[in-house]
């Protein structure tokens, strides 16, 4: 599907879903939300963990998301936006510190990025503090430090400072128990190993609301519709589509198994990639049976839509407080993920699947309504960007770059190139064309042509006839990020 024809469909789609609460008006802009004599606007920062960019809104032709959709058209979508790193902590470090892995030295979930933060850096929260700002959480925007290996207290302390509020987000646990895989556990994968507790799917006998995201709507909700006396930045994380891969029943039965297509990649796709993808990206498709796979799948696509569904319920609460035209609304994903393609499952690659995310900004007043920006744009580019929206020093030293010109002319003069991480020394870039990677070295490399391989199933690095790409671009790669504006 095209951007017209979604144009054209995508009102229907949202008409014809609801948001399962029943939210009741609130007080809402006349709130005295000013400070220095200058109206500020609020924020709503949404965070949704392990999502791939398949959205009505993003041209897929089977994932409803009408809540989204609609949210795309009132400000601006980013077509060719990438994590700094795909894999959970170090991409939400990224984001929350406007910092690279190559600044923090985070490339890993084991790693405290708290104690990585230079001396005297803010983080977005603390900034919007500084500002004037009463700052709120509810749900995952940073990942939990029970997964640290050089877990810190002081870190501990300092992120407890960062939110002057919690939201309390009461949910309860699944009715029935998640599909497993039919075939014995791999003798590679030890009992307790991730893998074999996270690969699960299914329904969960829940309503919207008693599942842990439909309760964190719920609870966000009602913040936006209660009076207040400062502007407001308010974090909000989604777990869904996480693994575990369950959702209420009805989202379950939108996507019937026997429907789903399986992806297709060409036979020893990856004997052309010179880097090496260990047992969390190829487990699952050894493990798992054919039908298995299209419930897997359905039911990330089920996981999609109810989150989509809790934005709705975001979206519901504040057009009722009077509150939509004055709160800038920041979506993003933390990174995208593999459902089968090249032969792998998850995350944490340098491919398209794994680095591309989903993201959007809605800034009344300032970004171009309905409108697609195909410049290619970093998540580390959120935090001067909002310090931007609203009238923030960020001071210096970030890695990112304000998208507020792009907000208003997506089409303009913006940066060559993103770039991903995988660990210290594998690395891609993403231009409006190409992606180039590097394992370790430059002689150890990946070129992928998107205007004729969009699936980045051709490895073009050893072709003669794209010498002069390669060469530029690993001038690019060796002169980073400040080299690609």
Not at 101 to 125: C, K, S
């Amino acid at each position: 599907m095209n951007r017209r024809q979604f144009m054209k469909t995508a009102g229907l789609l949202a008409g014809a879903a609801g948001v399962w609460p029943a939210l009741t008006s609130g007080v809402g802009a006349g709130d005295e939300t000013k400070a220095g004599g200058a109206a500020r606007p609020d924020v709503l920062f949404v965070a949704i963990e392990d999502i791939a960019p398949l959205m009505g809104c993003y041209g897929h032709p089977a994932v409803k998301t009408p809540n989204i959709d609609a949210l795309a058209r009132r400000g601006v979508l980013f077509d060719r936006a990438y994590c700094q790193a795909a894999v959970c902590n170090p991409s939400r470090a990224s984001v929350i510190t406007g910092l690279r892995p190559t600044t923090t030295g985070v490339y890993g979930n084991g790693t405290d990025w708290r104690r990585r933060i230079p001396a005297g850096h803010r983080t977005l929260p603390e900034l919007f503090q500084a500002g004037g700002y009463e700052t709120a959480i509810c749900g995952k925007i940073v990942h939990h430090p029970r997964y640290f290996k050089d877990v810190s207290e002081e870190g501990n302390r300092r992120e407890a400072r960062m939110w002057d509020r919690k939201l309390p987000a009461r949910s309860r646990g699944a009715k029935r128990p998640a599909k497993r895989p039919k075939a014995p556990r791999p003798d590679f994968l030890a009992k307790d190993h991730y893998i074999a507790r996270s690969l699960r799917w299914g329904p969960t006998g829940l309503a919207d609301a008693e599942q842990r995201d439909g309760a964190i709507a719920l609870a966000v909700a009602k913040a936006l519709r209660a009076k207040r006396g400062k502007p407001l930045f308010l974090a909000v994380g989604f777990h869904s589509p996480h693994y575990t891969l369950v959702a209420p029943d009805k989202y379950i039965d939108m996507y019937p198994p026997e429907k789903i297509a399986l992806p297709t990649s060409p036979p020893g796709d990856l004997d052309d990639v010179p880097g090496k993808y260990g047992v969390f990206n190829t487990t699952d498709d050894k493990w798992l049976g054919e039908a298995e796979k299209r419930e897997v799948i359905a039911a990330y696509y089920a996981c999609i839509s109810y989150v989509d569904a809790c934005v709705g319920v975001l979206m519901k609460a504040l057009k009722d407080a009077g509150r939509e035209n004055s709160t800038i609304v920041c979506l993003w994903g933390d990174h995208g993920m593999h459902l089968g393609e090249h032969f792998l499952w998850r995350k944490h690659t340098l491919f398209e699947n794994a680095a591309r995310v989903p993201f959007l900004i809605v800034a009344p007043d300032t970004a171009r309504v309905g409108a697609v920006c195909r410049r290619p744009v970093e998540l580390v580019d959120i935090y001067p960007t909002l310090a931007d929206l609203c009238g923030l020093d960020a001071g210096k030293g970030l890695d990112g770059v304000s998208m507020k010109r792009l907000l208003r002319d997506p089409a303009g003069p913006w940066k060559r190139a993103a770039f991903t991480h995988r660990g210290p020394t594998n690395r891609t870039l993403r231009t409006e064309r190409w992606r180039y990677t590097e394992w370790g070295s430059p002689d150890k490399a990946e070129l992928y042509d998107h205007q004729t391989d969009g699936g980045e199933f051709r490895n073009l690095a050893g072709n003669p006839k794209h010498a002069k790409t390669l060469a530029e671009l690993r001038k690019l790669m060796r002169a980073g990020p400040r080299a690609a504006p």
